[in-house]
């Protein structure tokens, strides 16, 4: 009965939604501070 209506009322098909668009954020977030990590340390090596 969960998964019927999660899969076919709109609370459930917006409970869905939001819990992609939290996991694509959380995605997005991870890969710009490592990508800022690396670029600082990329940085901090030339300046020695």
Known sequence: MAWK???S???GLM???T???VFVI???LLRY???KMD???KN???SR
């Open 5 to 7: 209506d999660l899969m």
């Open 9 to 11: 009322t709109d609370y």
């Open 15 to 17: 409970s869905l939604f």
């Open 19 to 21: 819990i992609g668009f």
């Open 26 to 28: 959380g995605a997005y």
């Open 33 to 35: 501070a490592f990508r």
């Open 39 to 41: 670029e600082d340390e």
């Open 44 to 46: 901090a090596r030339q």
